[in-house]
């Protein structure tokens, strides 16, 4: 299998890359539409769903700088997967609550590229490298003065800032209890007492 790439655009925005991604993840389910679609169990599906179609889509999520238009995409896409799944047609007038009803699921997709995001931040804030030096803004350039751009750092929905993001970037553990189950195992230390 050819190594895959994730592209960025002039402009920064990753839409292009993200409705690439989803065009891909659709091809394979529908190449594989007879097993996602079966008897088989409703969680063995779904599992397969998020294994081998979501982790198509959502190659590279990590990188991605998500607009409002881009999260009602990926929303989208979320969607359509679990109709297909229950053979569910967008002419069968079946709301979207009723659909994630049916699958016994909840929206999970936005959950899932944060918690991606959250992993690669941290592990970006914990090392000394170029990246973290972009993501701090420390780049010598011209800079054009226009609207407040939206940040990669913005998606992870931390108010208190970045230095206290680094901050607890640096003690993994901290890390990992700020972000809970969205950033991996939850490690608690152990005192002796």
């Known amino acids: 299998m050819a190594k895959e790439e994730t592209v960025l655009q002039d402009d920064g925005w990753c839409t292009c890359e993200m409705k690439s991604r989803i065009a891909m993840a659709k091809a394979a389910f529908s190449k594989k539409k007879n097993l ?3 008897k088989l169990d409703l969680n063995l599906r779904k599992k397969l769903v998020k294994y081998y179609i979501w982790s198509m889509a959502l190659y590279g999520a990590e ?3 998500l607009r409002a238009v881009d999260q009602k995409h990926l929303d989208s896409f979320e969607m359509w997967c ?3 799944m229950k053979k569910i047609s967008w002419t069968d007038y079946v709301r979207n609550e009723e659909v994630l009803f049916r699958v016994s699921e909840q929206r999970n997709i936005l959950h899932q590229i944060r918690k991606l995001k959250a992993n690669w ?3 970006i804030l914990r090392s000394n490298c170029l990246l973290k030096e972009v993501i701090e803004g420390k780049i010598e350039g011209r800079i054009e003065m226009t609207r407040r751009r939206k940040k990669m750092l913005d998606d992870l929905g931390d108010r208190r800032g ?3 993001l680094k901050e607890k970037a640096l003690d993994r553990i901290k890390w990992r209890n700020c972000f809970g189950r969205d ?3 939850v490690v608690w230390q152990i005192t002796d007492e």
């Open 63 to 65: 990188t991605w700088t």
């Open 36 to 38: 996602f679609t079966s």
């Open 82 to 84: 679990w109709r297909r």
């Open 162 to 164: 970045y230095s206290q």
């Open 121 to 123: 931040i941290g592990h």
């Open 183 to 185: 950033c991996g195992p």
